[in-house]
């Protein structure tokens, strides 16, 4: 009787945790329905239209989701000389409104990190000035394919013989940018067919130096997610670095209760559990979100003692 109260008790206080955990479950096999229906006898064809864009970086050739990220289909129309508006004002819009829900509930790559973060291991932090300085390097990636594909549509309305060569150039980085600094890219696509086609024939020799990259960054990237949890999601997502941007302004945010909340030297707690390493005490207590890095996995407001972490929504 003592015990199943006990378990009773451990599941009220980690019901935040179990419901993420259900959701992203759930999100992943709906984004890659295709596992659904390799392994139950359905047809679920019906839900392409539903998932096949969403506010998540996902890979364009993944053979389990048929669709990609909106950010993906915004450079991709940038780089058609199209300048996608409507697509910007959805994805602000969404941002807005629902904070980076979609990273710390729905990404499947969230959700893969997150299962190796959950792997009993001694978590590790970046130190401070570390931390700060990686922070930027996902910026640079989307200032580098931003100077790259924007130029590249203007080309098509002003001079189309050169934008084909320029195209040519660019091979399929004009087509798909954001799958190289995907890690969804290489999961989904680039990881199976490097195994069919290298590994399995063991022909590691095919391989070329820009494959040996990728393939080793990835590879330390997944390795080091068991001991720092989201560190693709921090340091190199691209959609990490344009969501950022714009849900510091977003209307849903996190807030610490001034009265309940006791601070770093007698508690501490949300900084220690938060898996972004925002340091959450050093920001107002109105609102927090780490200058949009807050993927609101709502961590902190269920490890916080006092219970003084709230949702807010407004700017109220």
Partial sequence: MISLRFK???IRKNSIKISRRIIQIFAFLLIN????ETILPINLISLEGIVKVLPILNSPRNPLSNGAGILEYIFFSMGLG???????????LVLLFTNRVFCGWICPIGSIQDLCAAVPTKK??????????????KYIFIIITIIIIFPLGITKNANFPFYIDFKNQLGIFADQPIGFFSLSEFIFVYFPQLFQNVFLPVQLGALEFGGWIILISY???IVLSFWYPRIYCRYICPFAAVSSAVTEY????LARNPVKCVG??????CEEVCPKQIRILDEPFEFFTGKGECNLCLECKEKCPHDAVLIKFGNV
């Fill in 219 to 221: 590879s330390l990237i």
């Fill in 82 to 92: 199209i300048f996608p508006f409507l697509l910007l004002a959805i994805l602000i």
């Fill in 124 to 137: 590790r932090k970046f130190s401070i000035s570390t931390h700060k300085r990686l922070l930027n390097i």
């Fill in 250 to 253: 977003s209307f849903l945010k």
């Fill in 33 to 36: 329905y295709i596992i659904l």
């Fill in 264 to 269: 770093r030297s007698e508690c501490g707690i």
């Fill in 8 to 10: 009773r008790l451990k």
